[in-house]
């Protein structure tokens, strides 16, 4: 579940000025098997089993 309370993404939305966004992928050695609606403690938990590597890109966005 995102912050938006839906289940999808949702996108950069800042208020007002720039901000950063944190996007992490994980390198996993096989597909993951988590219900829909899964916490994100869940997920995590699933994800360590699995984690072969990980990366995080660090973008910044802002509205006009």
Known sequence: MNDFGKL???GPC???GTHRY???VYA???ELKVP???TKGELMSAIEQYKIDTA???GLYSRK
Do not use: I
């Open 36 to 38: 829909e609606g899964a």
């Open 28 to 30: 996993l050695d096989r």
């Open 14 to 16: 800042p208020p007002t």
């Open 22 to 24: 944190f996007f992490k």
């Open 56 to 58: 995080q890109l660090v």
């Open 8 to 10: 999808e993404y949702g």
